[in-house]
């Protein structure tokens, strides 16, 4: 059961999958996916990994924050959103929603997306407890989400 309690279980197997069968279940006879937005769910995805291990690479720590990074990572991926690894998360889902055209998917998104919020916040008080002064300018210099927006 711990096995499901991970995000990224959840995100990138659990929730598509529930969706699926839901919209394959309910809509057996007019389920036809979108495979335009398919794409939204391979670059999510990608953006989870590659964020990952160049945090893990330049900041050490480990996947999440349960081993948080020994030093501040404001370069890559980092240097334009304080969060891509949850931004990949978002992303894939999105691409869900849109691909199997479910609301399910959505309603899913959005709580997650929520879920993820409140957890950042979370986390950017632990790091500025672990990596000090370095990281409140970082917090000034870098939005939390959208870089440039928000």
């Known amino acids: 059961m711990r096995f499901l309690n991970r995000t990224p279980i959840r995100t990138f197997v659990v929730y598509p999958v529930v969706t699926l069968l839901w919209e394959v279940g309910s809509n057996w006879n007019q389920f036809q996916p979108n495979l335009w937005f398919a794409p939204l769910m391979i670059w999510g995805y990608l953006q989870y990994r590659l964020c ?5 690479k330049h900041g050490g720590g480990g996947p999440g924050l349960e081993t948080p990074p020994d030093r501040l990572v404001a ?37 997650t997306t929520i879920w993820f919020h409140t957890r950042v916040v979370g986390d950017e008080k632990k790091l500025i407890q672990t990596l000090g ?17 928000f």
């Open 52 to 56: 990952g291990r160049y945090r893990v």
């Open 75 to 111: 370069t890559g991926p980092y240097a334009l959103t304080r969060n891509p690894m949850y931004l990949g998360h978002i992303i894939f889902l999105i691409g869900v929603a849109l691909t199997l055209k479910s609301w399910l998917a959505a309603i899913i998104t959005m709580m």
């Open 133 to 149: 002064q370095p990281y409140v300018n970082y917090l000034a210099s870098v939005k939390r989400w959208i870089p440039g927006l």
